[in-house]
């Protein structure tokens, strides 16, 4: 069975710091092209950065043009993680955050397969 869980998630001020991960479980991860979406209340999801697969090593990384320069996206193949740090949070970005898988390389298309449940983030001004 796979599973994605994500943790990290809080309350924090506006310019503040937090880092997200994902651990995956019951796949190959080192195969997997990973993703980080959002959703707030009301609105549509959003992808947020993307890291896809070149050979054995992490590839290309992805952002939305609204975090870029603040967050970064890495993995950790031997951990099974996948990382989400977020720098100079704003409180546009509240949203609930999910890590995503697929063995294809969706960027930040909402096509994944695999999700995982979620970790709320609020950033109060």
């Known amino acids: 069975q796979v599973r994605l869980v994500e943790s990290g998630g809080g309350s924090v001020q506006a310019g503040g710091s937090l880092r997200l991960s994902c651990v995956a479980s019951?796949?190959?991860?080192?195969?997997?092209?990973l993703a980080w979406f959002r959703q707030a209340p009301g609105k549509e999801r959003e992808g947020v950065a993307s890291v896809t697969l070149d050979g054995d090593l992490p590839g290309p990384t992805s952002y939305a043009d609204s975090v870029k320069g603040r967050f970064t996206v890495s993995r950790d193949n031997a951990k099974n993680t996948l990382y989400l740090q977020m720098n100079t949070l704003r409180p546009e970005d509240t949203a609930t955050y999910s890590c995503a898988a697929d063995l294809n390389p969706w960027s930040l298309m909402p096509n994944y397969y695999y999700w995982g449940q979620g970790t709320r983030v609020t950033v109060s001004s």
């Open positions: 019951g796949l190959p991860f080192s195969l997997y092209n």
